[in-house]
């Protein structure tokens, strides 16, 4: 639905003799694309032409032009919305670690110093390896688990903080009238 | 014996990693003391009248937020004042609204915070709280553009402090509009350009197709309507230059929808996607043109049907977008003239989704176009994954 | 095995990698069709496709290995490299997918807006890719010498091509597809000859693996030798050679060997008697079913055990963030939201796939004690399945299990390769598609020299180094990057070339002196536990320094981004404008 309007007939089917290879005056050596096994059209397709738009020596860079949209967001603001959210973030991540160190970190401890610990069986397996080899993973998920429901939590609370128990239609130029 | 130590040792790590959990789970609760609360409701007020700010200094938008201002500053009235004339009176005290001006001489003189004195404002009613003022003038850029003013019964160093920040806050806000105004402008223009480019062709197809199902099946009818209202709805939204790859084919697909109930079997679409390219971010409106582009020319003068196949796939750090028409193609050296932005008449699709990507993401980037008279068209475009400062939005 | 069933699992493995990655692409003709082939990846696909990518030689075969070999602590190994993905998605997953970045260094100028932290970022992703990729093409040798008795860099060279040449031809087009696959054809290739291996235990009667007793032959059993091997002998036993041994040929004479090292050559074959104890290659110190069974013992003669095991614990914890293959998977979610769920469902498929390696660890040391002698106790998965089933079941068990390790090889290595050449393509030659070809090449062909060049560490030791690199380089970045507004470019500079540097330096040093005893081997062989705590400090440290380079209108930018949940960020509800206007206020 953009482009011109008029109604225009590009590109109408030449007459036979120019149909062949219509190379132009100069192809500007485009990227050539690697498609392969690209299906062609009907059997006397003539070759296609690449066509590029002439280089201007652009730099690729965008940084410089990233801010309007950003400082609209008012990062100022925001930040301190965000710092409270990233700390509630941070304070549950943490805590999972800890655990998660807490137990992995003090297996080895145990081991190290319970020498009993090491040699000790539950259900005719010994107990190092039930605990390394089996027990470990229900408890990364477990704690996983944990975490993504929580996670979730705090950003559904930090939200309804945000949009209040009412959430507004959104409308950012809102007349406060 | 070892099975003891065992069990009581692994009942102690869990209860110690229930009691952990627990802990957090209760901490988490609430955002704030009262303190920070206070700071929400102020932020709040700042930022209810940022965005009325961003309009840079007239009536209407500092009489929308002064009211805020004063809010934040808890003062009985305040002023804004312009190049020379009362912009907003908020508060009590409306009967002092006349000298307003002539308050704020002496600090946009001066060109810095200025006290006025009970004697210069008394109005002899003793309950009128505005007796003193303290005035702050506004500079953008180095130029004074305006004072605030604030009323008190007796200015407290607090407030002159309170009312410092609060200016400043609002200077910022004008630079920040200014600046603003500079940079968008010229990356919007390019996008309003497009916008504003729904072809009336098209427009005019879609409704009369639409119209001929109204009739003959009132759901398909409706079904398109809606389709319709989506896609300008997409096609106008106000904010972000960029958008996901999704989206993009989403609308594509609302457009298409359209063109079918014009064309019928005439047009056939292949759509091949990679899902790992989907969430990358490409700029506003880059794939319609293209695609539309293979409706008009590759199909539309054509009376067999067409065929359009519309790929994207992964290619490391970059995602590879092709749309392909088997239709009459167009000749090249007209092609070359539109991408160059040399083309006459109104041609803008192509040379301006070009434009826009070989500026997003270098001269490396922009598009592709195989073809010949009778060869069909095949558009390529390459978008890396990731680049500093584009987000979609 | 039976080369030919081998063969064909290789090339199965290889063409349905190669289709996949070429026609994985969603198709639609029906417009009804379009919203479900433009719908984003969902979290199980995408949590499978993380996986496969994830399942490295080092999982598939390493694991087991060393488990057999070296005992217990080893299990560290596997438990660390699923809860590397706890620590990922505790700190990483959701802010690391809002930042946008795809790569680590676009994920250091996002947030440092520096290009000297993106440039030395990109070295240090092409320094772990190569350490990473070492392993998977030895594990490929390894894999097609005891399938087929081809040489052993003849697999390494067959999985080099097959990756960098579909990298270079551009033919992955969709990769979710591919890695998806190759996760479940890796958890079934483990799972059903395990199912097996169980059962043929228990048919043998269920021989005790935590005996005072160091590891016998359970039958007459003859043990062929594909490389030189060196051996130690602790009870003096008569052996049936054919080929070299000690110097001398036989032709199925019987050999006294007597305690005390000998040496038997490539080619020849050793038949040892039923209750033979089983001696073990040079440097590997037998130890009984009790030691090995029991942690911290240093069994297999290991060094400093708890350490050991400790700094293993905190090179996978911390170095699975680091991992260039794995971020690259996290930009298919959707939404950081997806991220995390997707994190979730990576460890439970990880979890399930981790209980198996063990498996076949334990009871290879009663089933297939001859790989202690060979040393080869990375093939314990490839050789284990032949032995439960006598026939073509047997053959059928081992092909599948030969298909597992060429998954696991092929989908890391084009990870690793992908990611790398991207980097490189990016950094250095500014993203022509040209340069994309190259950057494969540049990949791919440094790390085929080291491995057909050297003879290597254990595979799952040698990947150990790569996740100490990536510890102490990436781990410090990403984590005070989304944590901490502290950190600046300078600081993470710093901090990238000191840790990342030390433990580079580190693995450099032990590759090239080999194993050796006392703190200073330690210390060297498990370097994060170390350089980690060094990256962090100097990372901090740089950045209170050089405070007055924060920029903090650009921090607060890109902590917003990371941060704040999608649907607040996504601009429809733009955060001052948010809350309804308290009216009776004014």
Partial sequence: ?177 | MTSVITVVSVTLVIAGAAAALFWLVRGRRGFGTPVERAAFAALHEASLAAPLLRDGLNPDSARKAARHLRALLAAPALAVVGDGELLAWDGVGRHHTAQAVAHTRDAIDAGRPWLVPGDTIDCGDLECPVRTAVVVPLVVDGLVVGALTVYARQVSAGLVRAAGEVAHWVIAQLELAELDRSRTRMMEAELRALRAQISPHFVYNSLTAIASFVRTDPAQARELLLEFAELTRYSLRKHGEFSTLAEELRSVDRYLRLERARFGARLQVDLLIAPEVLPVAVPFLCLQPLVENAVRHGLGPKAAPGLITIRAEDAGAECRISVEDDGVGMDPEEVRLQLAGEAKGDSLGLGNVDERLRAVFGDEYGLVVETAPGAGTRISVRVPKYRNGVHAS | MNPGLGLAALAVVLVATVAFGIYGLRLSRATSDFYVASREVSPLWNASAIGGEYLSAASFLGVAGLVMAYGVDMLAYPVGYTAGYLVLLLLVAAPLRRSGAYTLPDFAEERLGSLAVRRVAGVLVAVIAWLYLVPQLQGAGLTLQTVTGAPRWAGAVVVAVVVVGVAAAGGMRSVTLVQGFQFWLKLTAIAVPALFLVMAWHSAGAPALTGPDIPRFQRTTAVSLQDPVRFEVTQPVTVTVSGQLDGRAYTGGRVLLGDGGHTAAAGSELTFPRGAAVPHKHGLTPSSGARWASPLSGAGGRSHPLYALYSILLATLLGTMGLPHVLVRFYTNPDGMAARRTTLLVLVLLSGFYLLPTVYGALGRVMAPQLLLTGQTDTAVLVLPQLTQAGEAGRLLAALATAGAFAAFVSTASGLTVSVAGVVSQDLLRGSTRGFRWASLVAGIPPLAMATATDGLPVADAIGLAFAVAASSFCPLLVLGIWWRGLTDVGALLGLVAGGGLAAVAVVLTSVRGAGHGWSAALLEQPAAWTVPVAFAVMIAGSLLTRHRLSPAAVDRVMLRMHLPEEVASGDLPLPAVRPPTAGRS
């Fill in chain 1, 1 to 177: 639905m953009t482009g011109q309007s008029g109604p225009r007939r590009p590109g109408r089917p030449q007459p036979r003799s120019q149909q062949r290879p219509k190379q132009p005056p100069k192809p500007p050596k485009p990227p050539r694309l690697p498609h392969p096994a690209e299906p062609q059209p009907a059997p006397p397709a003539p070759r296609r032409v690449a066509v590029t738009a002439p280089r201007r020596h652009r730099a690729g860079g965008y940084s410089a032009r990233a801010g309007a949209a950003d400082l609209h967001a008012q990062p100022r603001l925001g930040q301190l919305y965000v710092r409270s959210l990233v700390r509630n973030q941070l304070r549950l991540s943490l805590g999972v670690l800890a655990v998660l160190a807490a137990v992995l970190g003090g297996l080895p401890a145990a081991f190290a110093l319970l020498p009993g610990l090491r040699t000790s069986e539950v259900a005719g397996i010994r107990l190092p390896w039930v605990l390394l080899g089996v027990v470990a993973y229900p408890l990364l998920v477990g704690a996983a688990y944990f975490h993504v429901r929580h996670a979730e939590r705090v950003e559904r609370d930090f939200t309804d903080l945000l949009g209040g128990p009412d959430a507004a239609p959104p409308a950012p130029p809102r007349d406060a009238r």
